[in-house]
């Protein structure tokens, strides 16, 4: 497995050190991703094991992940979005959304090596306030954000109405926003 | 489900709380094309609730690093050993590097960056720059911009320019202002004036945010204008091309597209106020940013004489003397402001 990394420069010193860590990578988090997609995903399709190759793969793409600090989250949230891809109304939602802001010049930053090594305080901060939601909104997150439930299917399976998961959400989201905000005070 | 519906107006709600609502509401599952017009349209009617929706959607999708052990915590499977060799990046982004650097030398790299007039804001989840622009009465000023365009503000105007990897924007508050901008077509320069926007990839121009309008004329290149509605740009809109330009209405309907002299449409930046068949309105407010004492018409109806005239920006008491020798008006000064009535 670990040769369908589709490293081609193993040739040189550096490709082949890259290549070392990606089959390092691989042999110590493949399977726990896989178990990891299955109880959150189910057996697909796209089977776990895709994902997690599509996830691998794509790391591989990137030319710095020597520099990454968060391998696991970033490989993760790596899998997570190409199992959310899979889900139609979730793509569409993204693509309509990428849509708009590259329209009106606000494209977002890209889940990047280089962007999560750099932006690792802030993440942790993020992380931070996200720990300190109430219960109810972070199972709200959870489910919407990485499983890509509708509120409909959220609602059947915890008998909240739709309204309520909807302003629960949009309450986490402030109060995200608002806890970034003190939390960057704080630290100064 | 029936009972998800876009995020009704509420004049109490901060941009960031709307586009909060605005998120929810667009991953419900149960958002409608309908819904999603409106949210297009609510993006669009200012750039406070552009960068507002950017910034929640950006930690919506950084999300998935950060909650990953947050919300996950009984996994062994994702909390664990820190993996790999950690190597600093040779050259963090400058943007980066202001966020992380300690007060004293923030001030100290923001004193170097900022300009008389300017403040320069940083923020991961936002990595714009903005910065404000002014003139004060009388003054007329040229700016460069971080992306080696050129601007010429005329006097008492006001603008925000908003850079950053990928967007070059300008919002003109008040005022006139001269565009020369650098060439970049994989990055259009936006102007926002009142309800028009202005999109070019690098060309001369002029905008006027006058007080019952905005006139936008084309000195060098091709220019497009239309209007910040809830349509797709380029519906409703017109291109220009040198010596062509349009007047808008305050809220963005465009009008036909006049001719004029490229030539005499930038002569204000050398301090040379020409008009030609001019409101005396319009001529008044941009006479009156070059003066403290302030020309006010005791009529309305007053605004809609015609005139053809040309004072120097430094002596504009020559349009008050012009007015009293060719027009039927009497100039008064007041205690509020120079007066100017129908002779009686």
Redesign the interface.
Known sequence: MPNQLGDDTASSSRGSSRQRLLERLYRDHAANLVDWLRRRYGGGPPSPEDIAQTAFTKLASHSDIQHIEKIKPYLYATAVNVALDEIKWMKRTEAFIDHELNRIGQALEEITPERVYQGREQLDRLARVMERLPKKQREIVKRSRFLGQTYAQISAETGWSGADISRQLGEAMIAIQAGIATVSTEDK | ?A???P?VERDVDTP??R???W?????????TDEG?GE??AW??RSSRN??A????????????????????PD????R?E????????ER??RW?SL??ER?GAMAAIAASLVLATGVWRME??D?LTVQSYRTAIGEVKTFALPDGSRVTLAADSRMEATF?K????VDLAQGRAWFDVASNPAK?F?VVAARTQIRVVGTQFDVDYAPDDVRVSVARGIVRVHPLTGR??GEAGVQLVAGQRVVSSLNGRIGPIERFDPASAALWRTGLLIYHDARLGDVVAEVNRYRADKIVLADKSLGEMKITMAVRASHTDALLSGLEATAPLQIDRTSSGILVRPKR
């Open positions: 489900m009972d998800i519906l995020p960031q709380e586009a909060a609502r998120l929810a509401y667009l991953y419900s599952g149960a958002a999603r949210f297009s993006l669009e552009a960068r929706y950017r910034r929640t959607q950006q930690i919506w999708r950084d999300m998935t690093v950060s909650g990953i052990e947050t919300l996950f996994d062994d499977a994702v664990g820190p993996d790999g060799k950690v190597v600093p990046f963090p982004a980066l966020v992380t007060r991961f989840y990595p950053s990928r967007r070059r924007g259009p936006t797709r740009p």
